[in-house]
């Protein structure tokens, strides 16, 4: 069975503090792409990133971060000098082999950044 | 290019009632999948569908159901609306149906069931 564990549930920091996201999964296949979406007020899920379980090379983008570790089964998101409009719900989602577009997500962690 | 839209935006119904959500996916998008989140369950994956056809299916009773129209449109159904369906319903679009295309959002549709 696949699972996303996100054991973060709040994170509050400052704004410009470093701020680290977890993210676990579980899979039995060899096969599978992790997601990071962004979920603000609004509601509306916004794509982050997108990783193949064949590619173990971080990625940075801005301000943004991934560490994907497949020994740990670890896919953390980290944002550098927070923002406030950083604030909403951030979740990490695993598509498994033959599944088609199912995604299965964490619970999400809801990240605060006060100024 | 536009986003993935869904109509309407806000719906409040009561119990034993049905509804019907509508989502029109990015243009050149041949896939679309629906996610029901609420505080307790979180997202959770309800179907996929692809060309016409129902590729893949979440663990909800069948009161949930859904359609994709030749255009790649796609509607979900709800019958018999329970209090526990008041939700936010999200619909994704993507290229195709292969798990790993990214899928993008709608701004979704909140049902509050009374």
């Known amino acids: 069975a696949q699972k996303v564990t996100q054991a973060q549930t709040e994170i509050s920091v400052v704004e410009k503090e470093d701020v680290t996201l977890d993210c676990v999964y579980e899979t039995r296949d060899t096969t599978y792409y992790l997601f990071w979406y962004k979920q603000p007020p609004s509601g509306e899920l916004v794509f982050l990133i997108r990783r193949n379980s064949f590619d173990e090379q971080n990625e940075i983008s801005g301000r943004y971060s991934w560490n994907f570790q497949k020994s740990t089964s670890s896919f953390n998101f980290t944002i550098t000098a927070s923002q406030v409009v950083d604030s909403a719900v951030y979740f990490c989602a695993l598509s498994a082999y033959n599944q088609g577009g199912k995604l299965i997500f964490g619970q999400g962690t809801e990240l605060s950044v006060k100024p | 290019k536009a986003g993935v839209t869904q109509t309407p935006r806000y719906l409040i119904k009561t119990r034993g009632q049905q509804v019907t959500l509508s989502c029109s996916p990015i243009?050149?998008?041949?896939?679309v999948s629906w996610y029901q989140q609420t505080p307790g369950q979180g997202l959770q994956f309800l179907f996929e569908?692809?060309?016409?056809?129902?590729?893949n299916k979440g663990n909800f009773p069948g009161r949930f159901s859904g359609r994709q129209f030749s255009n790649s449109r796609s509607e979900m159904n709800v019958s018999t609306l329970e209090l526990g369906d008041s939700a936010l319903y999200l619909c994704?679009?993507?290229?195709?149906?292969?798990?790993?295309?990214?899928?993008?959002f709608g701004p979704g549709t909140r049902l509050t069931v009374l």
């Open positions: 569908y692809f060309s016409e056809t129902q590729r």
């Open positions: 994704a679009s993507s290229l195709g149906p292969q798990e790993g295309d990214g899928q993008y």
């Open positions: 243009s050149g998008h041949r896939s």
